[in-house]
């Protein structure tokens, strides 16, 4: 029945378990079960169900439940029991690491299906009863499965079977083999084999490094003429396994040569064996057999023979089909079942395979039906004891304890696993109190009083304990509530003429403050404040008046005393007055001035010494110079003017009255001296300021002078800016500083002093003129420098052509005249200083044949021409220039269309191109031939097929021609398609 709980019992169980365990230590647990601190109703529990299964089969943290109701006189309630299941752990399957290449040994065949290696590694070891690792760590597997060339290998007998592995590594075994033809590793293939299954495998696992015998002795070297190289090998003693370290390369090189040329023939090996491997069976087929090439030519030896002449065929022999063969059935093996039905299964082998087409009937494995009972009975643990369920009174005490291992099939069942007596327990606990409360407030104010304070009870006794009290008083208060005068309903206050110290207890005199002494003293006396001595400034403090020596007390009492207000008695009148004395001399402190101090230049500053230390005065002039000077800031003599020492008196005579605060003054005369002082230059410049155009190297431009207000001067001067370097100066005097023949000979930008060019006929240049002497002192000055106009030579004279035909008449123009002149307006005259013994003239602005010039033992004449300008004076350039007789064009001839560059090929003259080509294809070249050397000739197209060709981009390229009679010149041009061609609408053009 506890085993049939639904979903919301199973809740309910869960609520009761946990009011349970409350109430086992709260002694009222009123409205939980309907029962009062003394009073409980009667409940009876039913013994527990049977545990279920665990939450999981394997791991950590597994739980497994059970049930019982408790039945009480007005419900029945489930609850529900929960335990941790025995650890065990989950099995773990070995898992491997894929199936990889050994890089050591090669693929057995290079082509017709050959075989290598694969190995594995484990990559987690199986635990906890897991899957366990496989023992086959490695498998041959196909490789080289491209097709062989007809021609067979032969090979020497096999070595010797790899030793077994060992532990962990398998049964594979592996043999190797040479070639004997052909010579090296392109056709002979299986020089290596493997076998699995031969080895045992022992049952453990150790791990094993691998293990290699020593080097074998260098072979021979690869050649005999020249560098090669010669190879040694080790084998494997022992295979790794286990994890073990891998093992290393097995093979070594080392170069070897150049050797001593060693002339070797050709030796040629006897037949060998005849290779079957061609031969079908049972339809015969051709067997074939070898001679190798034991030892290659070298060096100039005798060749090998022809390798028609190392190969023999003849007829198979025939081969009959055969059908394979089973060894015996092995054992069956155990039924799969374990507790009713279920399969067994058994296994046997291939005795041989069938061969020559054979065929192989029947299977490898076969199953039947079985049965099979397991009996397994209940195994459980020992009890385990629980307190017992009252803590103050009579309960109950159970026990418990777990399935180990379930019934299995008709195993003994399991017995009760739960059990449970009547018990008697008192625990008596006395109750737990909280901290004390804060003091509640004193009940008297002004007096000494009392207090109280509590706690709370934080665990209350059960069964039969006690508690400690949970109230506590203490007296409180002080006299007068720590008042110092007056207490008030808890409020501290003084009496007359005393104030509440901050501490809200004390008090202290009412404070009249430091007495401020009176400072009005009565016209034309000197007064001063008078001293006081105080006892203190409190209430009831008394203070005493006195004036220092030289004076006397007036107007008041010397006596004053602070009054319960807080105020000092009255001494407003009280002063110290002094018995007045005139001074007795004024001073300034400075009495020079250097020239060209600006205006308010302070002096001097005034003092006065009198016989009473403390007066103060004040000045004022009653003769200031005409008014050059006045009193500032009450004591400072300062000017009203600029001072010159050149212009001005070297003098000035002033009085100065100085009146104390009694009205007495005393009046002092001071004479002002102008003192002489080093003055910069005031400006300079110079003169003349202009230049002509186009000067030479070193023109001076002028010369430069300086205004100073004291003469006799000499100055220093100082290029600032040189207008990019146009200027220097040396001396007083501005030169130019570059160079003009550029100029004459250009012109244009290489000109720098250029009326004609804005940039170039205004400059500005900065100069610092420098006094010498003592006080050097300086002045810069800015100085505009003027290009004025000159007549410039013309420049640029040239001839637009050099070639004339012969035989051309008299008059004909060889070329036009040019020249450049930069004055606005001139006019340009020509003629000619060498005319070539008259053949040349001038026309206006031509050259012109002045005879009918005739191609002989001279082609070119030399001419100088003159340019003159209309400027004054007038200026003129000649210039040389040479002219080429040419020799009388002929006509073109041999003109030709040709495919060359063309889209088709077709002869001279008849082109052909296909239908809708695309515009600006080639149709092919034309060519023309001209006998004159150095002939352009041009092409053009007098009729284009109404639009349908063109010529190139390039109207001809021309080359000069070799050999050919009567040609020196050849030009072509390329012909393209610049329209729709369409043979359907005209198939001529």
């Known amino acids: ?130 899957k366990a690792c496989p023992t086959n760590v490695y498998r041959i597997a196909p490789c080289g499965t491209t097709a062989c060339p007809i021609r ?119 037949w060998g064996r005849w290779d079957t491997s061609k031969c079908v069976p049972c339809r015969g087929g051709t067997e074939y057999r070898y001679k190798t090439i034991q030892v290659q030519p070298e060096c100039g030896g005798q060749a090998c023979p022809p390798a028609s002449s190392l190969v023999q065929s003849r007829p ?14 092995n054992l069956w093996s155990t039924c799969s079942a374990t507790c009713g039905k279920g399969k067994s299964f058994r296994y046997r082998t291939s005795a041989s395979k069938a061969t020559c087409g054979g065929a192989c009937t029947g299977y490898a494995s076969e199953s039947k039906d079985c049965k099979r009972e397991v009996n397994q009975d209940c195994v459980v643990n020992t009890w385990s004891e629980y307190p017992c369920t009252s803590v103050c009174g009579t309960g109950t005490k159970a026990r418990l304890r777990y399935i180990i291992t379930p019934q299995a099939c008709r195993g003994r069942a399991c017995p009760a696993t739960y059990d449970s007596v009547p018990c008697t327990v008192h625990l008596n606990e006395d109750c737990k109190l909280g901290d004390w409360g804060g003091w509640s407030a004193c009940n008297s104010v002004c007096s000494v009083g009392m207090k109280y304070r509590t706690r709370k009870i934080t665990v209350p006794a059960k069964c039969k304990g006690v508690c400690n009290p949970t109230q506590d008083t203490a007296t409180c208060g002080k006299v007068l509530g720590g008042c110092e005068q007056i207490c008030n309903n808890g409020a501290c206050s003084c009496w007359s003429g ?35 001595l105080c006892a203190g400034t409190t209430y009831d403090k008394t203070c005493h008046m006195s004036c220092p020596s030289g004076y006397s007390l007036m107007g008041g009492t010397s006596t004053i005393r602070c009054q319960a207000s807080g105020v000092w008695t009255d001494h407003s009148n009280t002063i110290c007055e002094l018995v007045n004395k005139a001074p007795t001399q004024v001073f300034l402190s400075h009495s020079s001035l250097k020239e060209n101090s600006p205006v308010g230049t302070v002096v001097g500053s005034f003092t006065t010494t009198d016989p009473n230390p403390a007066d103060a005065h004040t000045y004022s ?26 212009t001005q008196p070297h003098s000035y005579g002033i009085s100065v009255k100085s009146t104390d605060s009694g009205g007495l003054s005393r009046t ?39 205004v100073h207000p004291d003469p006799g001067q000499t100055f220093k001067y100082t290029l600032l800016g040189s207008a990019s370097g146009r200027f220097t100066i ?127 033992a001279t082609n070119t004449y030399t001419l100088t021409v003159r340019a003159t300008d209309s400027g004054s004076p007038k200026m003129s350039v000649e210039k040389p220039f040479t002219v080429s007789v040419l020799d009388k064009r002929d006509a073109p001839i041999n003109i030709q269309l040709t495919s060359t560059g063309g889209q088709q090929t077709f002869p001279a003259n008849n082109p052909t191109i296909a239908e809708n080509t695309v515009k600006n294809t080639v149709l092919g070249t034309a060519t023309a031939d001209d006998p004159d050397v150095n002939a352009n000739i041009i092409f053009s197209l007098d009729d284009n097929a109404g639009g349908r060709f063109s010529l190139g981009k390039q109207s001809s390229l021309c080359t000069a021609v070799a050999g050919v009679p009567g040609v020196l010149t050849r030009c072509s041009a390329k012909i393209l398609v610049s329209g729709i061609l369409n043979h359907e609408q005209d198939a001529l053009h």
């Open 1 to 130: 029945a506890s085993n049939a709980f639904t979903m919301k019992s199973f809740s309910t169980a869960r609520v009761f378990l946990l009011t349970v365990v409350v109430c086992m230590w709260v002694t009222d647990c009123d409205g939980i079960f309907g029962w009062r601190r003394r009073r409980r109703s009667s409940c009876t529990t039913n013994t527990w169900g049977s545990w279920g299964a665990c939450s999981a089969t394997c791991g950590l943290n597994r739980q497994k439940s059970r049930y019982r109701t408790t039945t009480c006189s007005t419900s029945s309630t489930p609850v529900k029991d929960s335990a941790t299941c025995p650890l065990l752990f989950c099995p773990v399957d070995c898992v491997m690491n894929a199936w990889t290449v050994d890089k050591a040994i090669a693929c057995s065949a290079t082509c017709g299906g050959g075989s290598r290696i694969e190995t594995r590694t484990v990559k987690q070891n199986a635990f906890f009863s897991g």
């Open 152 to 270: 067979t290998c032969l090979y020497n007998v096999w070595g010797a079977w790899s030793a077994c592995p060992g532990c962990m590594g398998g049964t594979l075994q592996t043999r190797y083999r040479t070639s004997i033809f052909p010579k090296g590793p392109v056709n002979c293939v299986k020089t290596s084999e493997a076998r699995n299954g031969v080895c045992k495998t022992p049952p453990c696992c150790t791990v094993q490094n691998c293990a290699v015998n020593e080097w074998t002795a260098y072979g021979a070297c690869s050649v005999t003429c020249g560098s090669g190289s010669k190879l040694r090998y080790r084998a494997i003693s022992r295979v790794s396994s286990c994890g073990g370290t891998a093992c290393p390369t097995l093979k070594q090189s080392t170069p070897c040569g150049p050797g001593k040329p060693s002339i070797k023939h050709c030796q040629v090996s006897s």
């Open 316 to 329: 198979c022999t025939v081969c009959c089909p055969r059908d394979c063969t089973w060894n015996g059935w």
């Open 498 to 532: 005393y104030v509440l110290n901050p501490d809200k207890k004390t008090c202290s005199g009412r404070s009249c403050g430091t007495p401020v002494m009176s400072t009005t003293c009565r016209p034309a006396a000197t007064c001063t404040t008078a001293r006081v």
């Open 621 to 646: 002039l009653s003769a200031s110079a005409a008014g050059k000077f006045r009193i500032d800031r009450g004591s400072q003599l300062v000017t009203t003017f600029v001072p010159d020492f050149e």
């Open 668 to 706: 002092d005369t001071f004479i002002i001296r102008i003192l002489n002082g080093p003055e910069p230059p005031t400006s300079c410049q110079l003169s003349p300021r202009v230049v002509k155009e186009n000067p030479s190297l070193g023109t001076i431009v002028g010369k430069l002078s300086t």
């Open 730 to 856: 040396s001396g007083d005097e501005i030169k130019v500083a570059q160079s003009n023949a550029d100029c004459l000979a250009t012109g244009g930008s290489k000109c720098l002093y250029n009326y004609e060019s804005a940039s170039n006929n205004n400059f500005k240049i900065m100069v610092r003129s420098t006094n010498k002497g003592q006080h050097p002192l300086s002045v810069d000055c800015t100085v505009a420098i003027s290009v004025t106009d000159i007549n410039d030579k013309p420049r640029n004279l040239s001839l637009s052509g050099f070639t004339i035909r012969e035989a051309s008449p008299i008059g004909t123009a060889i070329g036009k005249l040019s020249c450049f002149d930069e004055d606005v307006g001139q006019t340009i005259t020509y003629s000619l200083i060498d005319s070539a013994g008259g053949r040349f003239s001038i026309s206006g602005n031509k050259v012109v044949a002045a005879q009918v010039l005739l191609r002989g």
